[in-house]
Each structure stands twice: as structure tokens, then as C-alpha cells.
């Protein structure tokens, strides 16, 4: 079973998979997906082919992104909400189970503190999936992600009161009934 690990931006959305059939989690890929577009809608739609992209190479199960955090800029984390927003929309229209985590209860999963900075958590991803070398950051972010919520169905952790799960009822919006 592949997990698909998601950190939201509107310039950069990094992505990890594991593959969680096992007791032990396994590195599949990551990356980032860019976003160049000069157009806050050509952005997102960005956002959206991309994850789709992710989906269709990779068939995860389920998506496990971090929750949208308060920010001193307005406005940039407006655009964090609508591409974070753009990702979980894709995901659900394609079936997948999707799980919120908050920032700072992945650092606490991934590195033990969870006011880690990048760097630990990069060290950490790398360790915990026995990589040959660092991640790039977001994608290193994605993972931390993805092993936040493995780690978190394995029971090895207590699930916060702050994570939430999100199940798709259909892979379209045009079949949506609520």
C-alpha cells in the first residue's frame, strides 16, 4: 500500500511516497512539483495536474498533508490555504482517504521536537527511510508527512486531537451528494 505525503505551496509542493505494507516504511520517491505559472488560477491548476500526476504514477491510497498554519503574512498564507485546498480537492476526486496533521505534531513524530527545524527534520526523513543522502526540503517535508501518519495508524504515537481524516465518498465532484 503506497501513502502519498503532500507540503502545500504555491510555488513549490513537495511530495514523498512510502510504501506502508509492511511493518516498517519503505522510501518509493519525492520531489517537487513547480509551479511557474504567472496566474493565481494557472497556479493552482498547477498544483492540481501535478498531484494528479503524483496519483497516477504512484496509485497511494491515501494523502496525508499538513494543516494550514497562521502566518504574520496575510496573504501568503492565503495562497498556502488555496494550494493546500487545490491538492485535497484533487486527491478526493481521485478516492483517496486524506489526513491533516499539524505542523508542529510532525516535527514531534519525525524528529522528536516539535519545534525541529529543517535541517532535523531532513536528517530524520533520511535516517528513519535509510536514504543515501538529505531530501530537498519540501520534499524531505512531504515525507515527514507521510511517516507522521504512518506511524500514527501504527498506533506508535497517540493521535492528537488536532488531526483530522477526511474520506472521499466519490472520485468526482459532479457525482458529489452530501
Known amino acids: 500500500m503506497m501513502l502519498l505525503g503532500i507540503d502545500p505551496g504555491s510555488r513549490r509542493t513537495g511530495f514523498g511516497v512510502i510504501d506502508v505494507s509492511s511493518a516498517t516504511p519503505r522510501y ?3 520531489g517537487c512539483i513547480r509551479i511557474e505559472a504567472p496566474t493565481l488560477a494557472q497556479k493552482l491548476a498547477q498544483v ?13 491510497s491515501e494523502m496525508a498533508i499538513e494543516q494550514v498554519f497562521l502566518s504574520k503574512n496575510a496573504d501568503s ?47 530524520m526523513v533520511q535516517s528513519t527511510l535509510k536514504l543515501s543522502g538529505l531530501p530537498q526540503e519540501d520534499a524531505a ?30 472520485s468526482s465532484w459532479r457525482n458529489y451528494r452530501p
Not at 50 to 58: K, L, P, R, S
Not at 90 to 95: E, I, K, P, V
Not at 141 to 159: E, K, P, S, V, Y
Open 141 to 170: 517535508d512531504a515525507l515527514a508527512i507521510a511517516l507522521t501518519h504512518f506511524f500514527t495508524c501504527r498506533g506508535a504515537i497517540a493521535m492528537p486531537a488536532t488531526t483530522r481524516s477526511t474520506r472521499s465518498r466519490s
Open 48 to 60: 492540481y495536474a501535478g498531484v494528479a500526476e503524483v496519483i497516477a504514477q504512484y496509485t497511494p
Open 28 to 30: 518509493v520517491a519525492s
Open 77 to 123: 498564507a492565503l495562497k498556502l490555504g488555496q494550494a493546500r485546498g487545490t491538492a485535497i480537492v484533487c486527491a478526493a476526486n481521485h478516492g483517496l482517504d486524506v489526513h491533516e496533521y499539524a505542523a508542529r505534531r510532525i516535527k514531534q513524530v519525525v524528529a522528536g521536537n516539535g519545534g525541529a527545524d529543517k535541517t532535523q527534520v531532513q536528517h
